[in-house]
């Protein structure tokens, strides 16, 4: 019994890559995968990313900062709400699901945003099912587009498997990502 739990426990990720590239092969990727960088440490997760958005920084920004528009071009929020803005502040709610393979997590979150002007978007969860989270991007005009620097810090409220926790983490944020260019490139 002990080598079949073995056995199934070492299988798994080579069981559910595949189904997760087939299940991603309909949309476009353009931040792959290994471009997110994610460590884990008990069940908090820290992720980092950089990349060239090949627009200018007020388009990125326009894309970024699209708190109210967002649920309809990233695929894994079924629905983005400004609860509450001022010109540097929003309170914002989220929800959505985490997929990976046969995996899948329900999320909610609600966060306080501080704006700095196409130069730094700072995030700090005050509600939902995380734990904690607090995120920064910052923008940086590079040639004719904007390099983006992403780093946050998460704990979920939820369970992770072990062994895809941080697969699906990676993953996620650069689905995420990839349909923010996609939306940048539409918009210009």
């Keep these: 019994m002990l080598r079949k739990l073995c056995f199934w426990l070492l299988a798994m990720p080579a069981l559910l890559f595949p189904l997760h590239w087939a299940m991603a092969a309909d949309a476009p990727q353009l931040v792959p995968d290994s471009a997110v960088q994610v460590q884990r440490s008990g069940s908090s997760f820290t992720v980092d990313m950089s990349m060239v958005a090949p627009v200018p920084p007020a388009q990125a920004w326009a894309v970024l900062t699209d708190f109210e528009h967002m649920g309809s071009f990233v695929p894994n929020l079924s629905s983005s709400q400004v609860l509450e803005r001022s010109d540097t502040l ?5 929800k959505g699901v985490a997929r990976y393979g046969f995996f899948s997590a329900n999320f909610e979150s609600i966060r306080e945003i501080n704006l700095n002007p196409q130069l730094e978007i700072r995030a700090h ?4 099912n995380l734990k904690r989270m607090d995120s920064v991007m910052q923008l940086q005009a590079e040639g004719t587009g904007t390099r983006l620097h992403y780093h946050a810090e998460v704990v979920p ?6 062994l895809i926790g941080p ?15 996609q939306e940048m490139a539409r918009r210009q």
């Excluded at 929003?90 to 989220?94: I, T």
């Excluded at 697969?167 to 260019?181: D, G, I």
């Design 90 to 94: 929003l309170k914002v709610a989220q």
């Design 125 to 128: 969860n005050v509600g939902g």
């Design 157 to 162: 409220g939820f369970w992770f498997p072990p």
């Design 167 to 181: 697969a699906l983490v990676r993953h996620e944020t650069a689905e995420q990502f990839s349909a923010m260019l």
